[in-house]
C-alpha cells in the first residue's frame, strides 16, 4: 500500500471512528422525536467513510467503484436525513408532501447511479488507471452528474 492510500485510509477510519462516537452517544440520550434521523444522518455519513476505505484499499478499479456505489448510498440519504433532523430540531413546519419528494428524489438517484452500468447518464465514462497524484479514478460526469449536484446545492 503507498503512502497516499495509507494516508487517506487513516483519515477515513478516524472520521469512521468519531462518527461512531457520536452514534453511540446519541444512543444514550433521552429520546426524542429527532433523534432517529441525526442517527440515520450519521449512519450514512459513517457509510460513505467505510465505503471510501474500501474503494481506495481495492486492488481493482472494478472493486473501486462498486464500493463507491455504496457510497452513494450514504451520499444520497445524508442529505435527507440531515434535513429532516434539521427541521425537527427547530421546529420549522415543512409540508409534508416537500419531504416525501426529498426522500423519494434521494431514492431515484441512488437507483439511478446504482445502475449507471446500463444508461451511463451519471459516468459518462470510467477510468483505469487512478489520477496522478490521488487515490481516486477518473470519471466522466454525464447529465445527471450536474443534476444532482444542482439538487444537493438546492437541498
Avoid at 435527507?80 to 408532501?97: D, E, L, M
Wanted: proline share 3%; net charge neutral; with cysteine.
Amino acid at each position: 500500500m503507498d503512502t497516499m492510500t495509507l494516508t487517506w485510509s487513516i483519515l477515513y477510519v478516524l472520521m469512521s471512528v468519531t462518527i461512531m462516537f457520536f452514534m453511540f452517544r446519541l444512543i444514550w440520550m433521552d429520546n426524542s422525536e429527532y433523534r432517529p434521523f441525526l442517527l440515520l444522518a450519521l449512519f450514512c455519513a459513517g457509510l460513505i467513510q467505510v465505503a471510501k476505505i474500501a474503494g481506495i484499499s481495492s486492488p481493482t478499479w472494478e472493486g473501486y467503484f462498486q464500493a463507491s456505489k455504496l457510497e452513494y448510498l450514504g451520499k444520497c440519504y445524508v442529505s435527507a436525513f440531515s434535513i429532516s433532523f434539521v427541521t425537527r430540531f427547530y421546529k420549522i413546519k415543512t409540508p409534508r408532501w416537500l419531504m416525501v419528494l426529498l426522500y423519494f428524489v434521494s431514492m431515484g438517484f441512488f437507483f439511478i447511479i446504482l445502475f449507471d452500468d446500463y444508461h451511463h447518464l451519471y459516468y459518462s465514462y470510467l477510468s483505469h488507471e487512478k489520477m496522478a497524484g490521488s487515490v481516486d479514478y477518473a470519471v466522466g460526469h454525464g447529465p445527471l452528474y450536474f443534476v444532482y449536484m444542482g439538487f444537493l446545492f438546492c437541498v
